[in-house]
């Protein structure tokens, strides 16, 4: 039994390391050992089910798969597909909450995927709420049948959470997305102008 991250990524305005946009998930192998071509087989189908919500196909989607406890060096695999950089719809903060838990009410048996909702196309910023078809978008990651995180490798893998603190997996059981915008900082963009101002006060 080994569990595995699956890091999608994404650039976003440029190619820059830094300006990569990534959402990740765990999985549980429970069945034989897992080999290169069981991950890319895994992290290929991750990817189609990214482009499920994410609509039009404009840009880059590369994952990178390690295998825990906490990995370090180079990743197990790597599956990439399209070339160049997303747009932003919107400010590159903005994401939508995918929830989900084995056990809500256990803060080591929840977790949480921010969505990159600013580089989906046709989503509708006007209001100051996600729409209800966008949470379904958000939702169907989880609950769409044979096409969602749970699904993803067949019997032998299950979706879940990885607790850092326990060292440990929890299969998920349920999940829910709120009609809340989040906010993610660490996807904001560099400046690339200023205004500035002298004067006496």
Same mark, same amino acid.
């Given at each position: 039994?080994?569990?595995?991250?699956?890091?999608?990524?994404?650039?976003?305005?440029?190619?820059?390391?830094?300006? =990569?946009?990534? @959402?990740?998930?765990?999985?549980?192998?429970?069945?034989?050992?897992?080999?290169?071509?069981? +991950?890319?087989?895994?992290?290929?189908?991750?990817?189609?089910?990214?482009?499920?919500?994410?609509?039009?196909?404009?840009?880059?989607?590369? /994952?990178?798969?390690?295998?825990?406890?906490?990995?370090?060096?180079?990743?197990?695999?790597? /599956?990439? /597909?399209?070339?160049?950089?997303?747009?932003?719809?919107?400010?590159?903060?903005?994401?939508?909450?995918?929830?989900?838990?084995?056990?809500?009410?256990?803060?080591?048996?929840?977790?949480?995927?921010? @969505?990159?909702?600013?580089?989906?196309?046709?989503?509708?910023?006007?209001?100051?709420?996600?729409?209800? /078809?966008?949470?379904?978008?958000?939702?169907?990651?989880?609950? !769409?049948?044979?096409?969602?995180?749970?699904?993803?490798?067949?019997?032998?893998? !299950?979706?879940?959470?990885?607790?850092?603190?326990?060292?440990?997996?929890?299969?998920?059981?349920?999940?829910?997305?709120?009609?809340?915008?989040?906010?993610?900082?660490?996807?904001?963009? !560099?400046? +690339?102008? =200023? +205004?500035?101002?002298? =004067?006496?006060?």
């Amino acid at each position: 039994m080994s569990t595995y991250r699956f890091a999608t990524s994404w650039p976003v305005d440029t190619m820059n390391p830094r300006d =990569r946009f990534e @959402c990740s998930i765990y999985l549980d192998q429970v069945g034989g050992p897992a080999v290169q071509t069981d +991950l890319e087989g895994v992290a290929s189908d991750l990817i189609d089910i990214w482009k499920g919500p994410m609509g039009t196909f404009t840009g880059e989607h590369r /994952v990178d798969v390690y295998e825990l406890p906490e990995p370090t060096g180079r990743p197990k695999a790597t /599956v990439t /597909v399209g070339n160049g950089p997303w747009t932003l719809q919107a400010p590159g903060e903005v994401a939508l909450c995918l929830s989900f838990a084995k056990n809500r009410n256990d803060r080591h048996e929840r977790g949480r995927i921010y @969505c990159p909702v600013s580089i989906w196309p046709s989503v509708g910023f006007a209001s100051g709420r996600p729409s209800q /078809v966008l949470q379904q978008r958000v939702l169907d990651l989880y609950a !769409k049948s044979n096409d969602s995180f749970p699904d993803l490798g067949g019997i032998d893998w !299950k979706f879940g959470v990885w607790s850092h603190s326990q060292q440990a997996f929890h299969q998920a059981e349920y999940a829910w997305v709120d009609d809340e915008w989040d906010t993610q900082r660490r996807r904001g963009r !560099k400046p +690339l102008t =200023r +205004l500035e101002s002298f =004067r006496e006060g």
